[in-house]
């Protein structure tokens, strides 16, 4: 048998270094942003607006008027107390919202964290307070017990296939019922003022020193963080931040920590609570942001094929996902026992679930996966305490409470969704 040698054409390299040198390298447009400085800035939010890429600012415009109406209302609600009961009131909802966020960029949900919550503080109080059990060991045996919950609800849903709201609703069920069994007949355990938990949301660091210097540290660490970035960037010949830019940055920055350290020292002083909380949202943004594991979770909630054909994981990111909710979850019961130091069967119900999981949404992680950052959580939970306790402080109802929010969340599911749309259209989703 002959072959037809002259069929296949051949391929030779061509020296062409006039050509390679005049090809152009494609630049992601948004870091030429960067470099342009502040103009590139303005043009660049001019575009995004066009294009419905909205991100926090219908909530910071919604805090805002927040502020506004109720203290046209009532002077005292930007007064240093009330200002610092809502941020310290927020911490235990918002560490429980920073888990679901992680949840919501996958596009899935977690109707367990309420339980969840409830179950580590029962498990905590008995242990701790009840069998006289070192409180660190116990701390750390209650916040397993959510992070064990959640890998139960991951593995259903990323091995067997059992839909999240599923195997989470049974959750939200099974775990409400262990709670009440742990806690037992009693029904309420009280956590004494010397115990570590009771301490996490009532603990002050009453010198003065302690709030400036942790905004000094806050300051020179966001500072660091991008100036070394920047020099990665240049060191790489990618288009990075001027140094202008940067500064600018870090003096807005100051002028918000400092005016909460002044805040916080006109009261009681800086709250171990916010402290915490805070330092949670840190570093989870630079897990995400930061991370490979990060990544694979906005991928995953992009496309869960294109994912799986990367080459992810996706079982097993899916069970950390859950795994990290509950863990989360344990962490804010905590924070909430501690609000009222005590562990009781009211733990995790009424509306802490959807507080939760409208403080993620209203922040702006989106419902439908593969957008959203931690500090979502912060912001989400911020409206849903100012509106409490600002309509608390008029003497408002509950019921008219909870429909307020309720409105909130929904104006919240609209804009996200018309947003999107609106991306579609300009061709960015």
Do not use: C
Request: proline fraction near 3%; aromatic fraction near 8%.
């Amino acid at each position: 048998m002959s072959i037809d040698k002259t069929s296949a054409p051949r391929h030779e390299a061509v020296d062409a270094p006039e050509a390679a040198q005049g090809a152009v390298t494609a630049v992601d447009p948004r870091l030429l942003v960067q470099e342009q400085g502040i103009s590139g800035y303005v043009t660049e939010f001019k575009r995004k607006i066009k294009a419905g890429e909205l991100g926090s600012i219908p909530v910071i415009i919604g805090l805002i008027l927040i502020a506004a109406i109720f203290t046209s209302l009532n002077s005292s609600f930007l007064g240093a107390g009330n200002i610092t009961d809502i941020l310290v009131q927020m911490s235990g909802t918002g560490l429980i919202a920073t888990g679901i966020v992680f949840v919501l960029l996958l596009g899935e949900i977690d109707l367990s964290v309420g339980s969840v919550s409830g179950l580590a503080s029962a498990i905590f109080a008995v242990l701790g307070v009840t069998h006289g059990m070192n409180n660190v060991l116990a701390l750390v045996i209650a916040l397993a017990s959510g992070a064990v919950a959640g890998a139960i609800h991951g593995f259903f849903f990323a091995r067997i296939g059992v839909p999240a709201f599923a195997v989470t609703l049974a959750g939200l069920l099974f775990w409400s019922g262990l709670m009440l069994q742990v806690l037992g007949p009693a029904g309420t355990i009280n956590i004494p003022n010397d115990n570590i938990v009771y301490k996490l949301e009532n603990y002050f660091f009453s010198d003065v020193a302690a709030a400036y210097i942790l905004a000094i540290v806050a300051v020179a660490v966001y500072f660091w963080a991008s100036f070394s970035q920047n020099r990665s960037r240049q060191k790489a010949g990618i288009p990075s931040r001027p140094l202008s830019d940067t500064i600018l940055r870090t003096v807005l920055v100051a002028i918000a920590a400092f005016g909460v350290a002044v805040i916080f020292n006109q009261y009681k002083g800086l709250p171990l609570a916010v402290v915490i909380f805070i330092g949670l949202l840190v570093i989870t943004d630079f897990v995400l942001r930061r991370t490979t594991y990060g990544r694979k979770i906005f991928a995953l909630g992009g496309s869960v094929e294109a994912s799986r054909r990367a080459g992810i994981n996706v079982t097993l990111i899916r069970i950390s996902v859950f795994t990290i909710s509950g863990g989360f979850a344990a962490l804010g019961g905590l924070f909430l026992a501690s609000q009222i130091a005590a562990a009781n069967q009211g733990a995790g119900a009424g509306n802490l679930l959807m507080n939760s999981i409208a403080a993620a949404v209203i922040g702006g992680t989106s419902l439908f996966g593969g957008r959203g950052r931690t500090w979502n959580a912060l912001l989400g939970v911020l409206v849903i305490i100012s509106i409490q306790v600002g309509l608390g402080i008029q003497g408002v109802a509950a019921p008219i409470v909870s429909m307020v929010t309720g409105a909130v969340l929904l104006a919240t599911v609209v804009i996200d969704a018309i947003t999107r749309k609106t991306q579609r259209s300009a061709g960015r989703a």
